[in-house]
């Protein structure tokens, strides 16, 4: 009998999907990511009249294998002349598709690609800026995320969990949702 219960705990551990579902996913998008008043800044404050771009309304779906985000971009890139900017800008709607990926604990973008319903110098600028930085800049922090999620704090019941070795050896997108495959130990004390 011993003997089996060491065999079992020497096997590898399982795996489990967590399932993000869109909606939940947009809602952690704009907790996470866009948090100054519901925008994203990829350039500038909110404070710079002349030089800033923000991205807002986030709205999540999946096609073809890939994460697609449509959003509001707004952006100047001007000079301040006299209390007037003068420059390039415009607002429009965009349409970012990438492929979720895990990389150092968090999930983040990567091929992104971005659509926009009509054309420009300054949107040819601004998708290949965005493209850039998204694959750069924009991370979810998964560990953190499962952390918080499954671990109980001392002092808060009659047991505590620790989670431990956490690891997510694949991510795919389905129809309604992302998935990670998740392998970790959660030791309860």
């Known amino acids: 009998m011993r003997l089996g219960v060491l065999l079992l705990l020497a096997l590898p551990a399982a795996a489990a999907e967590l399932r993000i579902e869109f909606p939940a996913l947009q809602r952690m998008l704009a907790h996470e990511v866009f948090t100054q008043d519901g925008r994203r ?8 009249k002349c030089d800033f771009a923000y991205l807002e309304n986030p709205q999540v779906s999946g096609k073809d294998s890939r994460l697609v985000v449509r959003a509001r971009f707004s952006g ?8 007037r900017c003068i420059g390039l800008g415009d607002a429009f709607d965009l349409t970012l598709t990438g492929t979720p990926v895990y990389d150092k604990g968090a999930l983040k973008f990567k091929d992104v690609t971005i659509e926009t319903n009509k054309d420009s110098f300054y ?28 671990t109980i704090p001392p002092g808060s019941g009659q047991y505590t969990t620790e989670l431990r070795e956490f690891k997510v050896p694949s991510v795919r997108v389905d129809s309604d949702a992302v998935v990670l ?3 970790f130990v959660l030791n309860v004390k």
Do not use: F
């Open 123 to 150: 949107i040819r600028r601004v998708k290949r800026a965005l493209a850039q930085s998204m694959d750069r800049e924009v991370r979810y922090d998964v560990n953190a995320a499962a952390k918080r999620m499954l």
């Open 41 to 48: 800044y990829v350039r500038g404050s909110a404070k710079q």
């Open 181 to 183: 495959e998740v392998q």
């Open 76 to 83: 100047r890139t001007a000079l301040d002349v006299m209390g």
